[in-house]
Each structure stands twice: as C-alpha cells, then as structure tokens.
C-alpha cells in the first residue's frame, strides 16, 4: 500500500535555534515490482498525488506480472544522452569513439531525431540518399554512417534500454567504386627505397636511417601508421625477436605479436639503444604518406603508376600481403600475420600479383606433350625418328615384300644361295642406337653391297631388323623344295604347274618360335608333291 506524506527537516532560525519545517511537496513511498521500496516526489496538491501513487501501485502490480513497460523511462530521455553513454562505452576519448559519436549525431540532427521513438528507418536512410546525391559522401563513407547508426540501436538493445533495434533490416551498398586503389611495391623497389632513404637528409621530424628502418618494420610486419606511432622501446623484444602491439594500438582491440626477421631485430636494437622503455620508437607523423611520397620521390619511383594506383604508407600493408603470398606462405598463417578476421580480406584486398608470378607459374606446368611429338631413338637407317625398339620392331613384322606378293611368291639365285652359315645370329651385327644429332657412321660393305635398291634388297643382314623374308627357318625349307623338284625357280598360281601349290593355289602362314623371348611370324611354302611329303 502506497503512502503520502510530507518530508520534514529542520533549519536553524534567526535566533540560533532550530526550527522544524515540512516540504511543500507531498511524496511517495511504495513497493516496486522487485519487492524494494521507492520514494517518488508528487505535487503540492496532495489529491493529484494520491492518484500519482495509485498508478504507481498499479504498475508495480503489472511488473510483477510482467505487464509493465520497462523502456518508458528511456524512451522518454533525449537521444543526446545515450548518444554520450554511448561514446562512453566504445572508449570515451579515443579516436574512433569520437569519430563514431559524431557521424550518429549529425545524421540524427539532419534527421531530427530527438527521442528513440523519433527514429525512423526510412527516415534515416533517406537522408543518407540525399548526403550521397548531394556529394557529400561516398559509397564507403555511406556504409560506414549507416554501420555507426546501427551499432548504436544494436547497443541500446543490448544495454535494455530498447526492446528492438529499428534499423536492423537496413543493408549496406556494395561498393562498386574505389577512391584509392593502392598498390604492392616489388622487392627491386623496396631495396631501391630502403638504400636512397637511408642516405637522405632529414625529412618530417625524423632522420634518413629512421625512416627506412620504418619503411622495412612496415613491408615485413605490416603494421598500420597509427600502429607504429605508438610503439614503444619496450614493445621490442630482442631476445625473442618479437613487436607486440597494444591492445589500445590495434584496430580490432587485441593485442597481438609479431615476429621479426632476425637482421631486421638486430638493426632496430642499435637504432632504439639509449632509448628509454617508455620512450616512443618512431616519430611518426600524422602526414605519413606524404614523407613516403617523397622518399619514393627521390627513389625514382612513381607515387601514382599508370593504373592510377597509389603506394601510399598503407600501401606498405599490401606489400607485406603480397611477399608472404610469393614466398609460399599458407593462407591461414598470413591471415595471422595481418590479423584479418577474415580470410577474403587477406586474399582478395592485400594480396596482388607482382611482376613476373604468372609467367613462372605457367613455366612451371608439367610438360603435356603427347608422346608422338617426343623426340625418340633413331635407328640411323634413314634418320628419322622412330618409336623404341620393340614397337619399331613390331610394326615392321607386321607387313613384309613378300606379304605384301604373297600371289606372286618367287625365290631369287641370290635368296636361294644364302647358307646358315651367313645367316647364323651369333655372327650376325647387333642394333646400335644412336642419338639425334649425332653423325653417323658409314654403312659397312655387306650392308651396301647389292647394288641399288630393289624389291628385294635389304639394308641389313641383321635378322633382327630384316624381314620374315630371309627367315634362316623359310630358307631352309625353301632350299629343301628346291632339291627334290631340282628346279631354280617356282612358279606362281596362274602357271600350268598347279600341282606345287596348296589345295586353293596359295602360300599358308603358321607361327614358328624362334626363340623362347620372340615368335616369329615365318612363311612356309606347302607343296603337295608326287611323294605327297609335307615340310
């Protein structure tokens, strides 16, 4: 039950006592919805407060049934306060508070937004239309307005202070332009920069020997300018060759270590000795990428290329990206090294191609040559090129003169005069290869000896390469014919003399194993004869 009464207090009078005096005011003491007692000031009129207290009472009766509206309060509050609670709780006085805080106000003042109920999506997003149309922001600076209103809706949710955010549903634009595409520095352009740099004078409140130390700690770490602006001498461990980065430094709020290169550590030891702990390593300048322009200036190298990229002092960044991807470096631990939270973001914005990558990359492909065009083994017959010795040998076993006359099959004085003797493998000449290119030996006399070429002349008196032909097996048999019918010549089908022929009038052909390797493929010539003997 809700109580009305009138606070008493006392004041000292005119004549050094103490008088006893009541409020003007009559005030309220009931119980709230959590069970605690609360003291609410009410009216002069002690009516209106008794119905001030009732409604009250009917509140706190609703809260514990949970019907009571917990966001009145701070729907009721001017968004100007919880726009600076707001700055309080990313930082109060650091740069991107302040620069959060600013860009929501000045929406919410163009917008006129006043109270949270004021706050309308299609309000807020078509004032940032009209700033993008009238050129005062870009696609990026829209997205990043339309992100700042919507971490604060996000915060007041998560500080219940709100039930819902109302621009949870808005969407960022995707960029299609880019205000400044930067690009990677080649090796052959760093060491140009890092030599001339070292050597030059005093530029922008630190020394020549400064600022390439500097340009090499940024290539090879990739730390941001504002990053190395507040490195310390203590931030350095030598031991370990290591930079740690502050967790108040760094973009994502973490603290992170970085290794360094061990002749890096060793020139930045020398360069920070007598130095303080506390004392900052490098004076960098808030205009960095000016300093850098004119160094690279002075280098020889173009601050702007002919792409209309830029090699900026974040350019350095990208650098950094761009050698870890050349050296082989595994996506993930390059990701680690940059500190992205996202993959997409070290591969498809801070790694580049740098000059020369795709043709070595296309070089190193396997040869996909067919085998038809590689260069093989050359008999040295007739120079050309052929395929290893057993295909070649193969393919020329398949067809021979006398396959090809077989209808017209006839065994010269020359054939019939050869012996085992001249044909007898142990004596015979082996294959020899010889490489392309190289000159070749005159052929021997044997293998030159019978004139010009004709049907049944050979190269070679080798029987490895010659044809079935002059088979020491055929000759044989053929020499055995040509005894019992003591003829010198044997006629072909069409002659009267059928009778030394086949059945049809034609040679048959079986398979005779030469060796226990090779099968010979050998032509024997069946005669059926007075005796009717086969061979």
């Known amino acids: 039950m809700a109580s009305i009464f009138k606070q008493k207090y006392t004041v000292a009078g005119n004549n050094g006592k103490r008088i006893r005096k009541q409020s003007k005011f009559w005030y309220i003491d009931y119980k709230a919805a959590d069970g605690s007692r609360k003291r609410v000031k009410g009216f002069k009129d002690k009516q209106a407060t008794a119905q001030l207290a009732a409604k009250l009472e009917r509140e706190a009766e609703r809260g514990e049934t949970d019907l009571v509206d917990k966001y009145k309060e701070h729907r009721k509050r001017p968004l100007t306060e919880h726009l600076e609670d707001f700055r309080k709780s990313l930082g109060d006085t650091t740069k991107h508070a302040l620069q959060t805080h600013n860009t929501i106000k000045r929406v919410f003042e163009a917008c006129k937004f006043c109270i949270w109920n004021d706050i309308s999506a299609s309000k807020f997003l078509n004032c940032l239309n009209n700033m993008k149309d009238s050129g005062d922001l870009s696609q990026r600076t829209f997205n990043f307005y ?24 808005l969407k960022c634009e995707t960029i299609t332009e880019r205000k400044r595409n930067r690009r990677p520095l080649e090796p052959d352009a760093i060491r140009r920069l890092l030599e001339v740099t070292g050597t030059g004078p005093k530029r922008f409140g630190m020394t020549g020997y400064e600022r390439s130390m500097l340009y090499q700690l940024a290539s090879e770490s990739g730390l941001r300018a504002n990053e190395l602006r507040r490195l310390e001498v203590a931030s350095f461990n030598f031991d370990d060759r290591t930079v740690t980065v502050k967790a108040t430094s760094a973009k994502n709020k973490k603290e992170d270590i970085l290794p360094l290169r061990p002749d890096t550590a060793k020139e930045l030891k020398n360069l920070l000795q007598g130095k303080l702990p506390k004392a900052q390593a490098f004076k960098v300048p808030a205009r960095s990428a000016d300093m850098l322009k004119a160094d690279l200036a ?12 830029y090699a900026d002092f974040h350019a350095l960044r990208h650098t950094t990206g761009s050698l870890l991807a050349a050296s082989g470096v595994h996506p993930k631990v390059a990701q680690s090294i940059m500190r992205h939270s996202d993959i997409n973001l070290t591969m498809s914005i801070y790694t580049h191609t740098l000059r020369g990558q795709e043709s070595e990359a296309i070089a190193n492909l396997p040869d996909l040559s067919p085998p038809s065009r590689v260069a093989q ?12 010795t057993g295909g070649a040998y193969k393919k020329l076993a398949k067809k021979s003169d006398f396959d090809g ?14 012996n085992k003797k001249s044909l007898n493998l142990s004596n015979s000449k082996s294959l020899k290869s010889i490489p392309l290119g190289a000159k070749k030996e005159p052929m021997s006399s044997p293998d030159n000896s019978h004139g010009t070429n004709g049907r049944y002349r050979t190269r070679t008196c080798d029987p490895l390469i010659k044809s079935q032909l002059l088979c020491q097996t055929e000759l044989i048999a053929r020499s055995r014919v040509l005894k019992r019918r003591n003829t010198a010549q044997i006629t072909g089908p069409n002659d009267k003399d059928k009778s030394l022929h086949g059945k049809n009038g034609y040679c048959k052909k079986i398979s005779y194993p030469f060796t226990q390797e090779l099968r010979y493929n050998v032509i024997v010539l069946i005669f059926n004869i007075n005796t009717k003997e086969r061979i």
């Open 298 to 309: 002075d280098a020889g190298i173009d601050y702007i290329d002919e792409s209309g990229r």
């Open 405 to 418: 006359n077989r209808n017209n099959p006839v065994v010269t004085s020359w054939q019939s005069g050869i």
């Open 146 to 169: 339309l992100k700042a209103g919507k971490q604060f809706c996000k915060w007041m949710v998560q500080d219940q202070r709100a039930s819902e955010s109302p621009l949870n549903h």
């Open 377 to 388: 083994v050359s008999t040295g017959t007739d120079g050309k090129t052929v395929e290893p």
